[in-house]
């Protein structure tokens, strides 16, 4: 077997490995039973009684959401004006002036709602205080924020009738102290000894080999790079992120940081079946994931081993694949892997350029962020496949001509609305800011806002429409990689793709947190002969054909005019 494929098959068995263990001891956390982590205990009771908290005052979903979108804005106000003023900030050995309030806007967003889009590079953009008092803070509670509101989801379905949804504020700091915070440790460790850097000093010189004198940053950047992954959010220390030496030094470190990135997302599906004490409804969950990642992994690898046909044609023989903006350390395989993972689970690290991927490897990408519930981020993936699963026991229902219910609750037109909405919300923020973009770019090419439209695009043809489409894909799925081949730091891109990061992160919670909210207060209903059977084969079947049907007549129309037409374009 080709070494590249096998270390890519025993990163995905590890990560799998690892998360069972640890989605039980997720579920032991969240239930409060015991476990070796108690020794935080006190420092939790500290926090509670310095906020003035009790953690065990019951919340319904209104209240539990109502808590939870209170403290984003308190922290989307504080990371704003830090980020405008760190030029004025001490731990800038390097000089870094502050953020234009447009990009500020953009920075403070993205990393608050878990995406990291960043229109800035990480070298010059930030300095070492907003890199670690604003950026990595943010990266942890925007995490945990996640987490809790899944958490909350899993407590209604827990009970068969209910009006709590537990406290936010337990739920949310346990995440941090039990949970991320250990495994960053351990991360954070592995990535210092393996090179990446975690000291406060400013740029150091280094003499190349061709005898050129460069200067390279450097910072206390190892654990930044732990919780961008482990928390699903992505955002990179140094411009180049994962593709960056001093950010992934080696090939230990490749494996790492994507283990680190799929391990939460995958455990919590584990979690799940064990906190609600229904293993059998989390294994089809898992397995429609699983399914669904591969249909989109396998062809991307594909591609990219087989490199570009376009130079095929030419006769030149590609011996390593497409290895155009990838590392030689890793491989078109390595590399093909992590495009796949990183945009199902809402990471958007890199370690390689999405730009220079085929298009068809682009196509899968896309893919991956417009769907976003194969596995997804921290808490929101299986938040998002809620959405497709209430609306697969609607279509169900109706096959069968029985009123749907799910966990023993009558579906009613309020949760199909909500899931309506929420589904058909996405597509709008999604194609409509595409549609935007390129009609600035078409008919208003002169418009000086800070970058004309006409500069945008150093490919202006079907790469270019992927380019824009990509974004804002990016910016509603809360992922943050890009075709970087696009000039994004303008008012335009920072303010429009603001707007859409908000909207995009929070209507996905709220929307399943209500839902279920609204079933877990409706009367029980027990099982019968003619219920319809939730964790059976049959049914992760159909909810696989909603993903597939409901994705392919919101986005294949978007997807013809960029990476279909370029594939077709090359041949």
């Known amino acids: 077997m080709n070494t590249e494929l ?24 969240y239930k409060g039973e015991k476990t070796f982590t108690d020794f935080m205990e006190p420092v939790e009771r500290f926090i509670f009684r310095m906020c003035g908290i009790d953690p065990n005052r019951k919340m319904n979903w209104k209240e539990f959401l109502k808590a939870m979108l209170t403290i984003n804005l308190l922290w989307f106000v504080y990371a704003f004006f830090l980020l405008l003023f760190q030029g004025r900030l001490p731990m800038n050995p390097d000089g870094n002036p502050g953020q234009t309030p447009d990009l500020a806007f953009n920075t403070a967003i993205s990393f608050l709602v878990n995406c990291n889009l960043q229109h800035y590079s990480g070298e010059t953009g930030a300095t070492y205080f907003t890199q670690m008092f604003v950026l990595m803070f943010l990266q942890f509670v925007s995490a945990a924020t996640g987490l809790a509101a899944l958490v909350a989801v899993f407590n209604g379905l827990k009970e068969k009738t209910t009006n709590n949804l537990g406290n936010f504020w337990s739920i949310f700091t346990k995440t941090i102290t039990r949970i991320l915070l250990p495994l960053c440790v351990i991360i954070a460790v592995l990535l210092t000894f393996n090179g990446s850097p975690s000291s406060y000093d400013g740029k150091d010189s280094i003499v190349t080999l061709q005898g050129d004198t460069v200067q390279v940053s450097r910072g206390p950047a190892a654990g930044f790079i732990a919780i961008k992954h482990l928390g699903t959010n992505g955002g990179g220390y140094f411009g180049a992120n994962s593709a960056h030496p001093l950010e992934n030094p080696n090939y230990f470190t490749n494996m790492l940081e994507m283990i680190a990135q799929v391990i939460i997302p995958v455990a919590m599906i584990f979690a799940m079946g064990f906190y609600i004490n229904r293993k059998k409804f989390a294994y089809v969950i898992f397995g429609v994931m699983t399914v669904g990642m591969l249909c989109l992994l396998i062809p991307t690898m594909h591609w990219e081993i087989n490199g570009n046909p376009a130079i095929a044609k030419l006769g030149v023989v590609q011996p390593t694949g497409a290895m155009e903006g990838k590392e030689v350390r890793f491989g078109p395989a390595a590399s093909g892997y992590w495009s796949i993972v990183t945009t199902i689970i ?4 890199v370690n390689s350029m999405h730009d220079s991927s085929m298009p068809l490897s682009g196509l899968m990408e896309l893919l991956g962020m417009m769907i976003n519930a194969f596995y997804g981020g921290c808490g929101v993936g299986i938040l998002n496949y809620l959405i497709y699963l209430i609306i697969a026991v609607f279509i169900s229902g109706l096959m069968v001509g029985r009123t749907p219910e799910f966990m023993g609750h009558k579906v009613e037109a309020r949760e199909i609305k909500i899931a309506a909405i929420v589904t058909l919300f996405s597509a709008i923020l999604l194609k409509g800011g595409t549609a935007l973009a390129a009609y600035f770019f078409a008919h208003h090419p002169e418009i000086g ?8 695009l150093n490919n202006p043809g079907y790469h270019g429409f992927s380019e824009m489409l990509y974004e804002f894909t990016s910016s509603n799925a809360n992922n943050g990689s890009g075709f970087e081949g696009l000039g994004d730091n303008n008012i335009f891109w920072n303010v429009s793709t603001g707007f859409v990061l908000i909207l995009s992160r929070y209507i996905p919670i709220i929307g399943p947190v209500a839902i279920v909210g609204l079933l877990a207060n409706k009367k029980f209903i027990p099982e019968s002969s003619g219920t319809l059977k939730t964790d059976s084969i049959t049914f992760g079947t159909m909810t696989f054909a909603v993903i597939i049907i409901v994705n392919a007549l919101s986005f294949f129309p978007a997807l013809a005019l960029g990476p279909l037409a370029e594939y077709f374009s090359m041949h």
């Open 6 to 29: 096998l270390g890519v098959i025993v990163t995905f068995l590890l990560t799998i490995l690892l998360a069972f263990p640890l989605g039980k001891y997720i579920a032991r956390v």
């Open 346 to 349: 809402s990471t958007g690290s």
């Open 449 to 456: 806002w800070a970058v004309q439209p006409s500069a945008w």
